[in-house]
C-alpha cells in the first residue's frame, strides 16, 4: 500500500479541457471512411454535435474528434476495425451517468455511443431471462418483464436513465443490491466487440448457468470499456416476489441510524434495501418532492423487504423493534403501492436535489465494513470542517458504501482542488478502516490515481497483463482504471518491468 501523490488535483485537472492525441488528417481521413462505411446520420463530426459527448455526470470533460450512433452490432465493428487501423482511442458510452469520467474521452478519438441500440431482444419468460441490446434503459427491462410476474433486480438510483450496457460495463449496484448482489450475479452472457473488431459471445448464450473455461463475462463486468465493447447481454431476472414492505425509520442523529444498521444486519436479517439519508439530505428531497420526510430528522433508514407475506411481516415487527432499541423517535410503516413509491421516488431523486443547495457536487463512492459506519461517518463530518465544505450523505447503508456529495461551486477558484484533496482524505480514512475506493461507480479517470492505495504494483501489473491481451495498443478507454504516472508506483521486479514497459504507470 502506498500514499497517493500530492500532485493529483493537478492530474485530474489536466482533463477538464481536450487533451487529443491523434493528427487531424488522420482524424478527417477516420471520418471520411466512416461516414461512407456506414450509413448517414452515423457518424457526427461537427464541433457542436461533438460537444455533449465529452461529458458525464463527473466534473470532468474533454472534447471527442467523432461521435458515431450504431444501430447494429456489425456497425459497431465497422467503426472498431476502422479506428484502431488508424490507432484513433474509441471510448464506448451509455447514457453518460457515470460518477468517475468513464465515458470522457480523456485522448479524444471516436466516442461509439450506444443509446440508438436499445432493443429488447427476447424475454424467456420460463427461463428467467432476458437479452437485451446495450442501449436498453435499466428500468424499461424492468417494466418490459413485469407482465411475465419477473423483473430485474440491479436498479442504480439512476435506472430512470443509464443503459444495461453502461451498468455491466460498471458493475453497477444499486439500492437493491444488498440481498440480490449487484449487476455481476446477474450477467449470464455478453455479445461483444473486441479491439480486434471480432465479434465473439462469452459465458453461455443459450442460458447454462456456468459456462466452462475462463469466466470472461466477469472479467468484462466492472472493465469500464477498456477490454472490449459489449454490443447484446442476457440477464437474469427475478420472479416478483409475493410481498413488499417498506418502513422509513427516523433518528435524531446518525450515529443511531447507522448503528441500527449494523444491529439488523447482525440479528440475521437481510432487507432487499437498506437505505441511509441524512437530515440535510431528507430537507432537500422534500422542498422538492413533498412526501413526507421529516424536516427535522438526523437520520432516517429506508428499509425494503420482500418475499412470501408471513415472513415478511415477521421480520418487519423485528426490524421495527430493533430501531425502537437503536433510538428511532418513529418508524413509518408505507401503507399503499403510491406510498412506498413516494418514499422511494424521494431516494432515487437525492441526488438531483443537490442543485437546490450548490451549483456543483462531487459524489464520492466508497466502503468501509458496515461495522465501521458510525467511525467513518464521523470522519465525513470532520472532513467537512476542516474543508469548510456542505456534505449531504445518501447511501447504501446496508453494504456499507458511502457516497458523501461534496457541495462546491466549479467558478470560485481552488473550490475543485478542496474537493478533491477532501476525496482524497475520505478515501484514504476509508482504506486505512478496512475498505475499499469504491463500491459501483467505477474508477475511470476520476479514482485511476487511488489505487495504489489498496493494489500493489503486482495487482496492478496482472491487470495491466488482461488488458493488453484483449487491446494490446490500449486504444479502448485509454487513460481509465490504471494510475498515471504521477501516482506510479515502484517496481523492482525486472520480470515486471520488461513485461509491462508499454504502461506509463510503470516506472
Ligand atoms: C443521480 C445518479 C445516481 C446514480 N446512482 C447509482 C447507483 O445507485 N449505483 C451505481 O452503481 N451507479 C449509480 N450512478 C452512476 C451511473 O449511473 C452508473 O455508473 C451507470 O452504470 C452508468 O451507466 P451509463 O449508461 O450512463 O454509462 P456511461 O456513463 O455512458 O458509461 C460508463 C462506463 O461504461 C462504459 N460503457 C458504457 N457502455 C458500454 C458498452 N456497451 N460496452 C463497453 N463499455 C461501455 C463507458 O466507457 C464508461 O467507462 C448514478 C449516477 C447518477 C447521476
Same mark, same amino acid.
Given at each position: ?14 482533463? /477538464? ?174 455479445? #461483444? ?140 410503516? %408505507? ?21 437546490? /443547495? ?46 458523501? #456529495? ?22 484514504? %480514512? ?78
Amino acid at each position: 500500500m502506498t500514499s497517493l501523490p500530492s500532485s493529483q488535483p493537478t492530474v485530474a485537472q489536466t482533463f /477538464l479541457s481536450a487533451n487529443p492525441i491523434s493528427a487531424p488528417h488522420t482524424l478527417d481521413t477516420l471520418a471520411d471512411t466512416l461516414a461512407r462505411a456506414l450509413p448517414p446520420g452515423v457518424v457526427l463530426r461537427q464541433p457542436a454535435e461533438l460537444v455533449s459527448y465529452g461529458y458525464d455526470a463527473s466534473f470532468l470533460s474533454a472534447r471527442p474528434d467523432l461521435v458515431t450512433l450504431p444501430t447494429t452490432t456489425e456497425q459497431v465493428a465497422t467503426i472498431v476495425r476502422l479506428a484502431t487501423a488508424a490507432g484513433v482511442p474509441i471510448v464506448p458510452r451509455g447514457s453518460g451517468t457515470g460518477l468517475c469520467g468513464g465515458a470522457v474521452p480523456a485522448r479524444g478519438g471516436v466516442v461509439i455511443s450506444l443509446t440508438r441500440m436499445n432493443s429488447i431482444h427476447r424475454i424467456d419468460a420460463r427461463n428467467r431471462r432476458a437479452t437485451v441490446a446495450p442501449g436498453v434503459i435499466n428500468l424499461d427491462l424492468t417494466r418490459a418483464a413485469a407482465p411475465y410476474g419477473l423483473y430485474y433486480a440491479p436498479d442504480p438510483a439512476s435506472q430512470k436513465i443509464s443503459t444495461i450496457g453502461g451498468n455491466v460495463a460498471t458493475n453497477a449496484g444499486g439500492p437493491h443490491c444488498l440481498a440480490s448482489g449487484v449487476t455481476t450475479n446477474h450477467v449470464l452472457a455478453l455479445e #461483444a466487440v473486441l479491439p480486434t473488431g471480432e465479434t465473439v459471445w462469452l459465458g453461455s448464450e443459450d442460458g447454462a448457468l456456468d459456462a466452462p473455461g475462463y469466466d470472461l463475462v466477469g472479467a468484462l463486468t466492472g472493465s469500464e470499456g477498456t477490454l472490449a465493447l459489449i454490443t447484446k447481454i442476457v440477464v437474469r431476472l427475478l420472479p416478483a416476489p409475493e410481498a413488499v414492505e417498506t418502513l422509513l425509520a427516523i433518528y435524531p442523529d446518525i450515529a443511531s441510524g447507522v448503528n441500527t444498521v449494523t444491529a439488523i444486519i447482525g440479528a440475521g436479517i437481510i432487507p432487499s434495501a437498506l437505505e441511509m439519508m441524512d437530515g440535510i439530505v431528507c430537507q432537500a428531497v422534500e422542498r422538492h418532492f413533498h412526501v413526507g420526510y421529516p424536516q427535522d430528522a438526523g437520520s432516517v433508514l429506508l428499509i425494503e423487504l420482500d418475499g412470501p407475506r408471513e415472513a415478511v411481516a415477521e421480520q418487519r415487527q423485528r426490524i421495527q423493534r430493533i430501531c425502537g432499541a437503536y433510538g428511532a423517535r418513529e418508524v413509518r410503516v %408505507a401503507r399503499t403501492t403510491a406510498e412506498r413509491a413516494a418514499l422511494w421516488a424521494g431516494r432515487k431523486g437525492a441526488a438531483g436535489t443537490y442543485g437546490q /443547495l450548490a451549483p456543483n457536487y462531487y459524489l464520492q463512492d466508497a466502503v468501509v465494513p458496515r461495522s465501521r459506519l458510525p467511525q467513518i461517518m464521523q470522519r465525513v463530518a470532520e472532513i467537512a470542517r476542516d474543508y469548510r465544505l456542505t456534505i449531504p450523505n445518501v447511501f447504501h447503508a446496508g453494504d456499507g458504501n458511502l457516497h458523501p #456529495a461534496m457541495l462546491f461551486d466549479r467558478t470560485r477558484p481552488g473550490d475543485i482542488e478542496r474537493v478533491i484533496t477532501a476525496g482524497t482524505e475520505l478515501l484514504t %480514512a476509508c482504506v486505512a478502516m478496512g475498505g475499499t475506493v469504491s463500491g459501483e461507480h467505477g474508477i475511470g479517470m476520476e479514482k485511476r490515481d487511488a489505487l495504489p492505495l489498496v493494489f500493489s504494483a503486482h495487482d496492478l501489473a496482472a491487470m495491466a497483463r488482461l488488458r493488453t491481451a484483449f487491446d494490446p495498443h490500449t486504444l479502448f478507454n485509454p487513460e481509465k482504471l490504471f494510475p498515471t504516472a504521477a501516482s506510479c508506483v515502484e517496481v523492482r521486479d525486472p520480470t515486471l518491468l520488461a513485461d509491462d514497459a508499454t504502461h506509463p504507470w510503470m516506472c
